[in-house]
């Protein structure tokens, strides 16, 4: 994908995307709501036009062969979309005839799946009784009806609970170890960081930053040393010669030390420095950095679940070394 914009009206929606995803990969947008994540999958998924920009997926040109590239991809929407009247076998039928399946191949291929997601139980189940992961679990086993060769999913386990989703991402496997290149777009931290090969922060429709889980991890530094003193300012003053200090963040009562060093032989020091120095130490702590370090560092504020952005509370004083 290169170069990618989109406007809805006068709204700058996307703002110059480009990415790669390698054949075989879990691919992830992270980010919050509105920033511009649906809008990519649209326009990807051929559902949008292409305002500006170019892309191949699965070889074929987005914009001059549209109808190869809906030849070769599955989607997974935000929003469930099954028909409440029609049972799970159907669906699943009525998707492959949509396509063209051959009567044999779509009857394999309908009791492949549903044993795939489980739902053998309830293949002939109106899927307006289903529960919500169920229905998720169909929307994806609708989605790979024709095998394709990527998957799309727009936010796969909004609104499940903890359970379901780890088995939606258990499943998400098992389809990407059969060979599915699967792109999707996640505002959760965990869903992004368990999941994906390689994952990018997305925020006011630009991509922030690029990498795998450990890598965006490591940019913070090994560890994260965080403060809550009489005097943060000139705590992070006393600190921030120190060789192995990475950087210092303040936050809104304390500050955050990042290391490249392991932080539980440096804490000692870093005692002795504020204290030789005067300030009173209120709370210490000492962590990994976490995806969600990763996000409020490269978007400035903490995604919320609910979607609601928080002011930035973080001032950015990083050295790089
Ligand atoms: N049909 C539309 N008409 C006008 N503006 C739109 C439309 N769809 C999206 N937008 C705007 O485009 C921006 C990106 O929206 P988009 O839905 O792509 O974000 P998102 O990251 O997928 O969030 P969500 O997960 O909530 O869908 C937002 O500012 C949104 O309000």
């Given amino acids: 994908m290169n170069n990618l914009e989109y406007f809805f009206g006068d709204i700058k929606a996307v703002d110059n995307i480009s990415f790669t995803v390698k054949q075989g990969e879990i691919f992830s947008f992270l980010g919050p709501n509105g920033a511009g994540k649906s809008t990519v999958i649209n326009v990807l998924t051929t ?72 739902l053998e139980g309830k293949r002939d189940t109106l899927t307006k009784h289903l529960s919500g992961g169920m229905k998720r679990r169909l929307e994806i086993a609708r989605g790979l009806m024709t095998r394709p060769k990527v998957l799309f999913m727009d936010e796969p386990t909004i609104g499940l609970d903890p359970q379901t989703r780890i088995r939606i991402w258990d499943y998400v496997k098992d389809i990407n170890q059969q060979g599915t290149t699967i792109f999707l777009t996640t505002h959760y931290m965990d869903e992004a960081d368990q999941l994906s090969d390689r994952i990018s922060i997305i925020d006011h429709g630009k991509i922030v930053i690029t990498g795998r889980s450990w890598e965006l991890k490591n940019m913070l530094g090994q560890d994260l040393i965080y403060l809550e003193t009489g005097d943060n300012w000139a705590a992070g003053e006393l600190l921030k010669d120190l060789d192995s200090v990475k950087g210092i963040k303040e936050k809104s009562k304390g500050i955050v030390v990042m290391v490249n060093v392991d932080g539980t032989y440096l804490l000692p020091e870093v005692m002795d420095r504020l204290r030789s120095g005067g300030i009173k130490i209120k709370a210490v702590n000492l962590k990994k950095p976490s995806m969600d370090d990763v996000f409020v560092h490269y978007t400035g504020r903490e995604l919320r679940d609910n979607g609601a952005e928080k002011g930035a509370v973080v001032v950015s004083r990083v050295r790089r070394r």
């Avoid at 987005?62 to 070769?72: G, Q, T």
């Fill in 47 to 118: 559902l949008l036009p292409i305002q500006k920009g170019s892309a191949k997926i699965a070889g074929y040109d987005l914009k001059h062969e549209p109808e190869k590239v809906r030849e070769s991809i599955g989607i997974v929407f935000q929003e469930l979309t099954l028909d409440r009247d029609m049972t799970v076998r159907e669906i699943l039928e009525y998707h492959g005839r949509l396509y063209s399946m051959p009567k044999a191949e779509r009857q394999e291929r309908v009791d492949e799946l549903i044993s795939l997601v489980e």
